[in-house]
Nanobody, 121 residues
Framework: VQLQASGGGLVQAGGSLRLSCAAS????????MRWYRQAPGKQRELVAA???????NYLDSVKGRFTISRDNAKNTVYLQMNSLKPEDTAVYYC????????????????WGQGTQVTVSS
């Protein structure tokens, strides 16, 4: 199983970016999917999460600016980021709680590689 994140880049303050993270490989089902971020010298923090049923929650500082969504048919989670601020600059990581095999009830958490988001002032 692999999670492939994409969509990062350099943007001016007030701009927008859309991150994508696609899961591939042996996948029976995916539960929660999440986006984290880690700025230099800081701990990784949870930015947004979405359940298999579509329930969402957000870090307070991104509420009203970021939107997490998912396409279950494509095993993909998105993060639409609007009104970006310099303090949003970080490496963004996706993760997912995933059941690889129908024959086993075990669920594992997988991480994607990070994608850099840089917001200039």
């Amino acid at each position: 199983v692999q999670l492939q994140a994409s969509g990062g880049g350099l943007v001016q303050a007030g701009g927008s970016l859309r991150l994508s993270c696609a899961a591939s490989g042996s996948i029976f089902s995916i539960n929660a999917m999440r986006w984290y971020r880690q700025a230099p010298g800081k701990q990784r923090e949870l930015v947004a999460a979405i359940s298999s049923g579509g329930s969402t929650n957000y870090l307070d500082s991104v509420k009203g600016r970021f939107t997490i969504s998912r396409d279950n048919a494509k095993n993909t989670v998105y993060l639409q980021m609007n009104s970006l601020k310099p303090e949003d600059t970080a490496v963004y990581y996706c993760n997912a709680d995933l059941r690889p095999e129908r024959s086993s009830p075990l669920i594992y958490t997988y991480w994607g590689q990070g994608t850099q988001v840089t917001v200039s002032s």
